[in-house]
C-alpha cells in the first residue's frame, strides 16, 4: 500500500510563504483524487485542497488566491504552495489520497506536517 510522507512546514511569518510536498511510495489501481487538509489544534479536519485525476482543481474559500495545489498522479506526489500566509493558516497539514484498490475505496493519510504563522 502506499505510504504518504509530507515534508515543508515551518514556522513562517505573516506575509510568508512556504510549499508543502507530500512523497509517496507504493501503488494504488485507480487515484480518483489528491489532496491537502488541515487540522489546528481543538478544531476538526478541514479540507484545503483538491486536485482529481482529471486536473480539476478546488480550494476552500479560505485559501483561495493564496494557495495552489499541483500534483502527479503517475508518481502519486502532490504540492501546496501557500503564500500570503497568515496566523489562521496555523496547523497540522495533512496530504491525502482517494482512489479504488482491487474494487475497495481507499483514503490515505500522511502523517501531517507542522506549518505555524507567527510573527
Known amino acids: 500500500q502506499v505510504q504518504l510522507v509530507e515534508s515543508g512546514g515551518g514556522l513562517v511569518q505573516p506575509g510568508g510563504s512556504l510549499r508543502l510536498s507530500c512523497a509517496a511510495s507504493?501503488?494504488?489501481?485507480?487515484?480518483?483524487?489528491m489532496n491537502w487538509y488541515r487540522q489546528a489544534p481543538g478544531k476538526q479536519r478541514e479540507l484545503v485542497a483538491t486536485?482529481?485525476?482529471?486536473?480539476?482543481?478546488n480550494y476552500a474559500d479560505a485559501v483561495k488566491g493564496r494557495f495552489t495545489i499541483s500534483g502527479d498522479y503517475a508518481k502519486i506526489t502532490v504540492y501546496l504552495q501557500m503564500n500570503s500566509l497568515n496566523p489562521d493558516d496555523t496547523a497540522v497539514y495533512y496530504c491525502?489520497?482517494?482512489?479504488?484498490?482491487?474494487?475497495?475505496?481507499?483514503?490515505?493519510w500522511g502523517q501531517g506536517t507542522q506549518v505555524t504563522v507567527s510573527s
Open positions: 491525502n489520497v482517494e482512489g479504488i484498490s482491487r474494487g475497495t475505496p481507499f483514503n490515505n
Open positions: 486536485i482529481t485525476s482529471g486536473g480539476s482543481t
Open positions: 507504493g501503488r494504488y489501481s485507480i487515484i480518483n483524487a
